[in-house]
């Protein structure tokens, strides 16, 4: 063979003349040649073997050359020709490789066959990739049946591909060197091959799970060409090309790099990729394209293959820790993390592997507080990490875990996701205890440490101690000697002839240039004697050092002065500060005692430093609880699930104060989004509903252990929260519910000895349980009223309290049954029991009487058959037995002959108040029965009637409908409303008329309550008093006539009782009565308003929690008064403060709501009247106008605040209405208007209250302004100043008047639009005449008269003895508030469906 073949550049250039003995294509065969032509080729490989090749290449190269016009049935024949010569030849070689008789022809022949096949392969296989890319976007739109055809041929490449890389790679992997001469592998070869395997790289599901059988190849294939045939550089350079055109091949590299430096032993080619991108610059990477983002994530997934090869080329990454792009920043730290947790980690590196290690910490450390959000989120989960690797190093653990618990505060809600993560890991893998409590520490803490303490004394204990004062006396007669000589010799020039040791130490100190060192060494010398360099040293140290503290003192070197600091300077602070005597022997110890307490010595200071570290770990997780516990009520859903899964963590290992979150998240159950609600129903289950025990008992006694520690002292609302989750459990049918029941009746029945606080939370957990399945309680009903309601019912309230509650699970109220209402006869033994229980109970001073008996009379209108007749005995037994114990009083008083000084002294105050808060109790419950039981029965039994007729009626009567069917249809709908407004009007007429009859028991009490409400100086018990006007607040629920008989009473008791409870019971209760008669109360609204500003904490507590309910609601109008509201977002009590901002936040939904009241509300607050400080108004006003987001209204606001300047009557009103301005979100159609209304407020701009905030909106408006609109924004500035500083008369100048002509004539309209003030008018009438369109702008914005000076309210002190009329203490008939607004109801039909 004559001729060598080239690999080509282009494929085109074969067709060219080449040179000497270069191989060129001689006939290029046309697309309907083909066919036969590679049939002929396929016949001669089955004949000669792969060398066919050598006078067939013209054919396939036709194919490649025809590739787009040529069929596609044509490139797979051509493809799978060449794989069976490449396959044939990687089977021929070795045997040719390997021999030692192989002539130069045959050489060169089996050459140029094995660089034919291979060009021709590599550049088919490239077209039909290309193909199949191009494909695969043609046909993926369309769904027909043309895109199955067109791709059919297709659909097998992937397996091609994998038989082409598969042939391939068994020829290269051949050493295949030896035919080319001197072994060199020609460049274009290995470039042939590398391009395919990159071209294949490109495509995008090359990432895919199915495509891992290609890129292995494409991986392994690479990998040879890297080790056997130089391609370490190309292959480096074009990882890096690739990863910036081809984001989603970062993850396939990082497993080819690993591949090929682990596998093939080619480590280079880490060092050659990351160099070429730590040589990246800042400014390189931030540009768009620069695959920034391919290079962090090949980073971070190759430092996670293999970290150990990433040391030694860390250096060139660092420096883009502190370029501009973070994402390169995130890689880099994430790559220092992988290195901590695999390589440098554990107790066996070495000295320089622990210097890396530190070093890496403290890089990592410092970006918990880079500037970037995502990178300090990313450096948290990097530490979470380490954390759970336990990689982290004892003595950095309290120091990361503060970062962690600052981090909590940080602005980005990721990086407090994850901070959340870090201090979850801590607690899960923290090497101190199981149980974290700081109280628990302290103890054993203080006693390990007394410990130390005695064996340190101990073991000095031997040796005599001489005090410093001590031995400071015994040397200072030998030392002032030495001193005199000293100072005599310091004026003279020469220096004495000293011992060469003694001038080499002081040369050696006086070179030091740390004044303590210098004081030690002094100290030193005159231990051992050497008083001559001390006194010298002293000397030179008081010169050096003026400013220190040590040597400050002197101010005149004199003998007395040098003494007096060498005194300091040996005796130290503490004069009594023994030391040991450096002349005396030490106590004679054998040397194994000796070496038996140093090595006890230090393993007691282990453990000390050991629950040191521990208390300072648990009093950081203590803060993190506090922090995080307030993160269970974020907007943010993915932070409250993150505070869940740590709440559950810390519970689980027993750390202090673990249990206040859990019972703070409890109320999220309720929550409306699906996420929050599944993450605390997933928690409780975790933490309670899952118990670990080796048998059912067991288990069952853990879960019911858990569940009542958790009820222990537990609210109303977390009980309440609870009952969802228990009632899940028991509806669940899990197999330990039986068993649980079970533990519980056990525990209630007291088998099992338990608290009182354990019996009381099983009791509830069964009625928890009842609602699930009612037979749980219903059946054991026996059992409840004889342990918790018999004989010692009186001694334990509480339980009683709770069974009840319990067995009103069994209620229908409670379960909300359809069918006939489940009810027990009046004989039933509960009821006996109950009443017994009240009645007697009414007559001890028991505090807990009040809350069993409101619990029993509620179960009794809900479970009792005629509960009124069964209320009625009730009170009239309690009555009976209150007369009885007021006549055995006046019995005994007659005995003992001390006269009578009136019945009201005989009763007992807190029996009659009992009595009184019984009635009231029944009169509210027997209007609640009448509205809810009764009604729905009426109505239950009037649908039951129609449903029979209906029946009756039967299939015939439908047949006789005829063509006015609708008609008949609206008429039956009349009718059924006429039959519901008929019962309504009858439960109606039965509260007004039948309830308060003469003949009525509950009538009977009606005068004693008003008479005790109405004179609090007779009876002034202040129990008494609260549950008199507790119950004639249930009173007046019974009718209006009631209700607006008393109004005037009840606000009397709301305003003028001494007694806070009294007061916030008034305000419970009188918005329930608004709820009720809502125009009955509605002219007393400010009487409401007036109880925000009372001055008990608890009153405005309860008025602002009253106040948003109603208002929410619409059941107040929302008026002026709601500045009063306003006023507590200040409130000194933060609980207060938060309430009124839920407040603001809730009426922010409504639309415009707060628009529509800032006016008034700003008028109210800037009231010089109210004296509330500026800083207040500023801390207020901030906070409402951040509720102002509307452009349009901003816009309106502007005009109506410049407005008010007009009627404002003092500076501080001006001041107050500029700073309001200045907080409003300016933007540049308010600004117009701000301009428009210049004469509203240019009169007082030389106030610098008012100019100074003006100034600030014009600061905020040029921030990222226009240049046009910043122009405008500069003249109004200057306008600003310029009538600051030398008023508005000496502004307005003929000189102004050119310039405001000059912009008139460029723009008329805008001079239109913005009047200047005339000259001639008289400055003292400005804001006083008004246009016709400003008048009728401010008529409802004028700040109002007072009718009426406010006056302080007078103190009206009540006494036992006086004897003044009733009703004086009532508001008088002219305080008395008349009906103005009538407000709308709804039907009483629509309010009893409700």
């Known amino acids: 063979m004559s001729w060598d073949f080239f690999v080509p550049v282009c494929v085109g250039d074969l067709v060219k003349t080449g040179g000497v003995n270069q191989y060129v294509v001689q006939d290029v065969l046309s697309p309907k040649q083909l066919p036969s032509h590679l049939h002929k080729f396929k016949t001669a490989l089955r004949s000669q073997g792969p060398?066919?090749?050598?006078?067939?290449?013209?054919?396939?190269?036709?194919?490649?050359?025809?590739?787009?016009?040529?069929?596609?049935?044509?490139?797979?024949?051509?493809?799978?020709?060449?794989?069976?010569?490449?396959?044939?030849?990687?089977?021929?070689?070795?045997?040719?490789?390997?021999?030692?008789?192989?002539?130069?022809?045959e050489r060169k022949e089996n050459l140029n066959a094995v660089k034919m096949s291979v060009f021709l392969l590599c550049k088919i296989t490239e077209s039909l990739e290309s193909d199949s890319y191009r494909q695969s976007f043609i046909a993926a739109p369309g769904k027909s049946g043309k895109k199955a055809k067109t791709g059919e041929g297709l659909q097998q490449w992937d397996n091609e591909r994998e038989r082409v890389l598969q042939a391939l790679g068994q020829l290269i992997q051949l050493d295949i060197r030896s035919l080319w001469n001197l072994s060199l592998v020609e460049e274009e070869f290995t470039s042939c091959v590398t391009c395919c395997c990159y071209k294949l790289l490109e495509n995008p599901t090359i990432g895919h799970v199915k495509s891992k059988p290609t890129r292995e190849g494409i991986i392994h294939l690479l990998g040879l060409l890297i080790k056997k045939y130089n391609h370490l550089l190309g292959a480096s350079v074009k990882v890096i090309q690739l990863l910036q055109h081809f984001e989603q091949l970062s993850s396939v590299f990082a497993q080819a790099v690993s591949v090929w430096s682990t596998e093939y032993g080619v480590r280079a080619i880490i060092g050659e990729v990351i160099r070429e991108i730590g040589q990246k610059s800042s400014e390189e990477l931030a540009r768009e394209g620069s695959g920034v983002k391919a290079f962090s994530s090949f980073l971070s997934e190759l430092s996670a293959?293999?970290?150990?090869?990433?040391?030694?080329?860390?250096?060139?990454?660092?420096?883009?820790?502190?370029?501009?792009?973070?994402?390169?920043?995130?890689?880099?730290?994430?790559?220092?993390?992988?290195?901590?947790?695999?390589?440098?980690?554990?107790?066996?590196?070495?000295?320089?592997?622990?210097?890396?290690?530190?070093?890496?910490?403290?890089?990592?450390?410092?970006?918990?507080?880079?500037?970037?959000?995502?990178?300090?989120?990313?450096?948290?989960?990097?530490?979470?990490?380490?954390?759970?690797?336990?990689?982290?190093?004892?003595?950095?653990?309290?120091?990361?875990?503060?970062?962690?618990?600052?981090?909590?505060?940080?602005?980005?809600?990721?990086?407090?996701?994850?901070?959340?993560?870090?201090?979850?890991?801590?607690?899960?893998?923290?090497?101190?205890?199981?149980?974290?409590?700081?109280?628990?520490?302290?103890?054993?803490?203080?006693?390990?440490?007394?410990?130390?303490?005695?064996?340190?004394?101990?073991?000095?204990?031997?040796?005599?101690?001489?005090?410093?004062?001590?031995?400071?006396a015994a040397m200072e007669p030998e030392l002032r000697i030495t001193v005199d000589t000293e100072l005599e010799r310091s004026g003279d020039s020469e220096k004495g002839q000293h011992e060469e040791g003694e001038e080499a130490d002081v040369k050696e100190v006086n070179e030091m240039e740390d004044c303590r060192a210098t004081a030690v060494m002094i100290a030193q010398y005159l231990r051992v004697n050497k008083y001559r360099n001390a006194v010298r040293l002293c000397i030179k140290a008081l010169s050096r050092f003026p400013e220190s503290e040590m040597f400050a003192a002197v101010s005149a070197l004199t003998a007395e002065t040098l003494m007096d600091t060498l005194a300091r300077l040996f005796k130290g602070s503490d004069e009594d500060t023994p030391e040991?005597?450096?002349?005396?022997?030490?106590?004679?110890?054998?040397?194994?005692?000796?070496?038996?307490?140093?090595?006890?010595?230090?393993?007691?200071?282990?453990?000390?430093?050991?629950?040191?570290?521990?208390?300072?770990?648990?009093?950081?997780?203590?803060?993190?609880?506090?922090?995080?516990?307030?993160?269970?009520?974020?907007?943010?859903?993915?932070?409250?699930?993150?505070?869940?899964?740590?709440?559950?963590?810390?519970?689980?290992?027993?750390?202090?104060?673990?249990?206040?979150?859990?019972?703070?998240?409890?109320?999220?159950?309720?929550?409306?989004?699906?996420?929050?609600?599944?993450a605390v129903v997933q928690a409780y289950r975790r933490l309670y509903l899952n118990p670990k025990g080796d048998t059912i008992r067991m288990k069952a006694q853990t879960l019911v252990d858990s569940l009542?520690?958790?009820?222990?002292?537990?609210?109303?609302?977390?009980?309440?929260?609870?009952?969802?989750?228990?009632?899940?459990?028991?509806?669940?049918?899990?197999?330990?519910?039986?068993?649980?029941?079970?533990?519980?009746?056990?525990?209630?029945?007291?088998?099992?000895?338990?608290?009182?606080?354990?019996?009381?939370?099983?009791?509830?957990?069964?009625?928890?349980a009842a609602r699930a399945e009612r037979e749980v309680v219903l059946s054991n009903l026996d059992t409840l009223c004889s342990v918790a309601l018999g004989e010692k019912v009186t001694e334990d309230f509480l339980l009683a309290r709770d069974t009840v509650i319990a067995i009103c699970s069994i209620t229908d109220h409670v379960r909300q049954s359809r069918g006939a209402p489940f009810r027990l006869p009046q004989e039933h033994q509960l009821f006996t029991r109950l009443t017994q229980a009240i009645a007697e109970g009414a007559m001890m001073e028991d505090p807990h009487w009040q809350s069993f008996m409101e619990q029993a009379v509620r179960l009794t209108y809900f479970l009792a058959e005629s509960p009124d007749q069964l209320c009625s005995r009730l009170i009239q037994r309690t009555a009976r037995l209150l007369l009885d114990q007021i006549s055995q009083g006046a019995e005994v008083n007659k005995d003992v002959d001390q006269p009578q000084e009136g019945s009201q002294e005989s009763v007992n105050c807190v029996c009659l108040a009992q009595l009184l808060a019984l009635c009231g109790s029944v009169a509210f419950w027997q209007v609640a029965h009448l509205e809810r039981s009764v009604s729905g029965e009426l109505r239950r039994r009037r649908f039951e009637t129609e449903e029979r007729e209906e029946k009756e009626k039967g299939p015939s009567s439908k047949a006789k409908l005829t063509a006015n069917e609708s008609a008949m249809e609206e008429e039956l709908g009349l009718v059924g409303a006429s039959a519901e407004d008929t019962e309504a009007e009858l439960i109606r007429k039965i509260c007004e008329t039948e309830l308060l009859a003469e003949e009525n028991l509950l009538s009977a009490f009606l005068p004693l309550l008003v008479k005790v409400c109405s004179s609090p100086g007779h009876y002034s018990h202040p129990q008494l008093t609260a549950a008199a006007c507790l119950a004639l607040s249930q009173y007046m629920m019974i009718s209006p006539s009631v209700c607006e008989e008393n109004a005037r009473l009840m606000f009397t008791v709301l305003e003028r009782s001494t007694l806070p409870v009294v007061r916030a019971n008034a305000i419970i209760a009188l918005g329930d009565l608004t709820v009720r008669f809502p125009n009955i109360l509605e002219p007393w609204t400010q009487n409401l308003y007036?109880?925000?500003?009372?001055?008990?904490?608890?009153?405005?507590?309860?008025?602002?929690?009253?106040?948003?309910?109603?208002?929410?609601?619409?059941?107040?109008?929302?008026?002026?008064?709601?500045?009063?509201?306003?006023?507590?977002?200040?409130?000194?009590?933060?609980?207060?403060?938060?309430?009124?901002?839920?407040?603001f936040n809730e009426l922010a939904s409504k639309d415009n709501a707060i628009y529509n009241l800032l006016p008034d509300i700003i008028s109210r607050l800037s009231d010089p009247d109210r004296g509330m400080s500026p800083e207040d108004f500023n801390t207020v006003m901030k906070q409402l106008f951040s509720y102002i987001t509307k452009e349009r209204q901003t816009e309106s606001l502007v005009e109506k605040l410049c407005q008010r300047f007009r009627t404002a009557r003092t500076e501080r009103q001006w001041c107050d209405?500029?700073?309001?301005?200045?907080?409003?979100?300016?933007?540049?159609?308010?600004?117009?208007?701000?301009?428009?209304?210049?004469?509203?407020?240019?009169?007082?701009?030389?106030?610098?209250?008012?100019?100074?905030?003006?100034?600030?909106?014009?600061?905020?408006?040029?921030?990222?302004?226009?240049?046009?609109?910043?122009?405008?924004?500069?003249?109004?500035?200057?306008?600003?100043?310029?009538?600051?500083?030398?008023?508005?008369?000496?502004?307005?100048?003929?000189?102004?008047?050119?310039?405001?002509?000059?912009?008139?004539?460029a723009t008329d309209k805008a001079a239109a639009r913005t009047p200047m003030p005339a000259r001639g008018r008289a400055r003292s009438k400005r804001g006083q005449s008004k246009s016709s369109v400003s008048s009728q702008c401010e008529d409802s914005f004028v700040t109002p008269q007072r009718t009426r000076k406010s006056k302080k309210k007078p103190v009206i002190t009540f006494s036992s003895d006086e004897e003044e009329d009733e009703e004086d203490a009532v508001l008088t008939e002219s305080e008395t508030p008349k009906v103005t607004t009538p407000i709308a109801r709804a039907s009483r039909r629509a309010r009893l469906r409700n």
């Open 51 to 105: 060398l066919c090749i050598l006078e067939h290449f013209d054919t396939a190269y036709s194919v490649l050359q025809h590739s787009n016009s040529v069929e596609l049935g044509v490139k797979e024949d051509t493809l799978d020709l060449l794989v069976q010569v490449v396959s044939s030849l990687s089977t021929s070689l070795p045997s040719l490789l390997i021999s030692t008789s192989v002539s130069a022809a």
């Open 305 to 472: 293959l293999v970290p150990e090869l990433m040391i030694p080329n860390i250096s060139v990454l660092i420096t883009h820790l502190e370029g501009e792009s973070h994402t390169m920043r995130v890689a880099v730290c994430e790559v220092l993390g992988d290195i901590l947790v695999r390589v440098l980690c554990g107790d066996g590196l070495e000295e320089s592997g622990k210097a890396d290690r530190d070093r890496f910490f403290d890089t990592v450390q410092e970006h918990l507080h880079d500037t970037h959000s995502y990178v300090r989120a990313r450096v948290l989960q990097v530490y979470t990490r380490i954390v759970n690797s336990k990689a982290l190093p004892l003595c950095r653990y309290s120091e990361v875990m503060g970062l962690a618990v600052g981090r909590l505060m940080d602005k980005s809600v990721n990086v407090v996701k994850s901070a959340i993560q870090l201090l979850a890991a801590f607690i899960e893998h923290n090497p101190y205890s199981c149980k974290l409590s700081s109280a628990d520490l302290k103890k054993p803490l203080e006693k390990e440490t007394a410990k130390l303490r005695e064996m340190k004394e101990k073991l000095h204990g031997g040796a005599p101690v001489i005090k410093a004062s001590e031995l400071w």
């Open 580 to 678: 040991h005597s450096q002349n005396l022997p030490p106590t004679p110890q054998k040397e194994g005692e000796k070496e038996a307490d140093d090595a006890e010595r230090k393993k007691q200071e282990m453990l000390v430093q050991y629950l040191r570290d521990t208390e300072t770990f648990a009093l950081q997780v203590e803060r993190a609880i506090s922090v995080i516990n307030a993160m269970l009520y974020w907007k943010t859903t993915s932070v409250v699930q993150e505070a869940v899964q740590f709440c559950v963590t810390v519970c689980e290992f027993g750390v202090a104060n673990s249990l206040s979150g859990v019972r703070k998240m409890l109320p999220l159950v309720w929550s409306t989004d699906s996420a929050i609600k599944d």
């Open 708 to 768: 009542s520690e958790l009820m222990v002292d537990a609210s109303l609302g977390t009980i309440q929260c609870l009952e969802e989750i228990v009632q899940e459990f028991f509806g669940s049918g899990n197999s330990l519910e039986s068993t649980v029941v079970q533990v519980l009746w056990e525990r209630f029945t007291g088998k099992t000895e338990s608290s009182p606080l354990y019996r009381r939370a099983a009791v509830l957990l069964l009625g928890m």
């Open 1090 to 1143: 007036a109880r925000l500003s009372d001055e008990v904490p608890s009153v405005r507590q309860t008025a602002v929690t009253v106040l948003t309910q109603l208002v929410l609601k619409d059941v107040l109008k929302v008026k002026g008064q709601v500045s009063e509201v306003a006023v507590l977002l200040i409130d000194p009590e933060p609980h207060i403060a938060s309430l009124a901002l839920n407040f």
């Open 1217 to 1305: 209405l500029a700073v309001s301005l200045s907080l409003l979100s300016m933007c540049e159609r308010g600004f117009k208007r701000l301009q428009e209304c210049w004469e509203c407020y240019s009169d007082k701009l030389t106030e610098p209250g008012v100019y100074q905030p003006l100034l600030a909106i014009t600061a905020k408006l040029r921030r990222g302004a226009k240049i046009q609109f910043k122009g405008q924004v500069d003249d109004f500035e200057k306008r600003l100043t310029a009538v600051h500083t030398r008023g508005l008369e000496n502004v307005e100048s003929p000189e102004m008047e050119d310039e405001n002509q000059k912009e008139g004539r």
